[in-house]
C-alpha cells in the first residue's frame, strides 16, 4: 500500500484554480466596457446563462460519476483513519477537538491571511490595473490568468517536492516568505508604466501566492490526521473566507481614499505576520507517523521491548 502522494492531491486541488483563471480571462471579453447600458445587461445575462450552463453540467457530472470515497484506501495512514473513525463521531466534538491543536490554529490563521488577501487581490485587481493603465480591462483579465497559471505550477512543484523531502513547515513558511516577497515587489512596480513589468511580477507573485494554497491543506492533514480531511479542510476554507471579506472590503476603501500602493502594503503588513505565525507552528506530521507504522516495524519494536525487559539490571557491589 502506497504512501499519500503529496504531488497528486496538490495536482487535484489546484485544478481549483484553473476556474479561477478562467474567471479572469472571460468576462472582460464577455462583457466589454461600453457605456450602452442596454447592451451592458445584455453581455452581463450572457455570461450568466453560460455560468449557469456549466454548472448544471458538473453538477450532473457530481451526482452521476463521483463515490464517496475509493473501494480501497490509497494509504495505510487512510486505511486506519477509516479504522479509527466511529459511526458514532460527533462533528461537534471534531471541531472542538481540531481547536485544542494549536498548531492547527496557527495554521487557520496563517491559511486565511495568505488566502484572504489573494481573494482580494484577486477582485480588486481589475480596478488596481485600470488606475495606471486606463483601456486595459483585457490586460487585467490575462495578468489575473498569469498569476492563476504560475499559482498551479507552484502548487505541482510544491507537490512533487513534498513528496521526496517531506518537508512540510518548512516548504510553507519558505512559500509564505517568497509570497510576501512578491506582494511587496508587485507593490512598487505596479505604477512604473509598463504594463509587460506587472505580468512579470504579477506571475512571480502567483508562483507563491497561489501555490501556497494546495499546501495549506496537505499541512492540515498532517497536523490533524486522524480528524476528517473534509472538517479540516473546510474551517481553512472558513477562515480564508472571512479574511477574505475583510480584506477586500478595507482595501478597497484604502484604495479608494489614498491610492493602490497604499492598499498593497496593507496586504503586504498581514502577510508578514501570516509568515511569522507561520514560524511558531510545529511540523507534528501525524499522518507520515502512521505510514510508518507498519506491522512489521511494530513487531519488531515488541520484540525489542521484551528483549529488553529480559536482560537483568547489573548493580554494582558499592550501590547493593
Known amino acids: ?70 473501494k480501497y484506501p490509497p494509504s495505510r495512514a487512510q486505511s486506519l483513519s477509516y479504522a479509527l473513525t466511529s459511526p458514532d463521531a460527533s462533528y461537534l466534538g471534531s471541531i472542538a477537538r481540531l481547536f485544542k491543536n494549536l498548531n492547527f490554529v496557527l495554521l487557520v490563521i496563517t491559511y486565511g491571511l495568505n488566502a484572504g488577501a489573494f ?55 519558505v512559500v509564505y516568505i517568497m509570497t510576501l516577497v512578491g506582494m511587496v515587489v508587485y507593490t512598487f512596480t505596479l505604477n512604473l508604466g509598463h504594463l509587460w513589468v506587472v505580468f512579470i511580477t504579477a506571475g512571480t507573485m502567483g508562483f507563491f501566492m497561489t501555490g501556497y494554497l494546495p499546501l495549506g491543506f496537505e499541512f492540515a492533514v498532517e497536523l490533524t490526521y486522524p480528524e476528517s480531511e473534509g472538517i479540516s479542510s473546510g474551517l481553512l476554507n472558513i477562515s480564508a473566507q472571512v479574511f477574505g471579506i475583510i480584506f477586500t472590503i478595507s482595501q478597497g476603501q484604502i484604495i479608494d481614499n489614498y491610492g493602490t500602493k497604499p492598499g498593497n502594503i496593507f496586504l503586504c ?52
Open 1 to 70: 500500500m502506497s504512501t499519500d502522494n503529496s504531488s497528486t492531491i496538490c495536482v487535484c486541488r489546484s485544478v481549483r484554480e484553473l476556474g479561477i483563471a478562467i474567471g479572469f480571462l472571460v468576462p472582460p471579453v464577455l462583457v466589454p466596457n461600453i457605456e450602452d447600458r442596454d447592451k451592458l445587461a445584455y453581455h452581463i445575462s450572457i455570461m450568466f446563462y453560460i455560468i449557469g450552463g456549466v454548472a448544471t453540467l458538473l453538477l450532473i457530472l457530481v451526482i452521476i460519476v463521483f463515490k464517496e470515497k475509493p
Open 119 to 173: 481573494y482580494a487581490l484577486s477582485t480588486l485587481l481589475n480596478r488596481m490595473v485600470i488606475w495606471h493603465y486606463p483601456g486595459e480591462e483585457v490586460n487585467a483579465g490575462r495578468i489575473g490568468l498569469t498569476i492563476v497559471i504560475a499559482g498551479m505550477l507552484g502548487a505541482v512543484i510544491s507537490g512533487i517536492w513534498l513528496d521526496r523531502s517531506k518537508t512540510y513547515k518548512e516548504t510553507t513558511l
Open 269 to 320: 503588513v498581514f502577510l508578514t505576520l501570516g509568515a511569522a505565525l507561520t514560524a511558531f507552528i510545529k511540523a507534528d506530521l501525524r499522518r507520515q507517523k502512521a505510514n510508518k507504522e507498519t506491522p512489521e516495524n511494530k513487531l519488531q519494536e515488541e520484540e525489542e521491548e521484551s528483549n529488553t525487559s529480559k536482560v537483568p539490571t547489573a548493580v554494582s557491589e558499592d550501590h547493593l
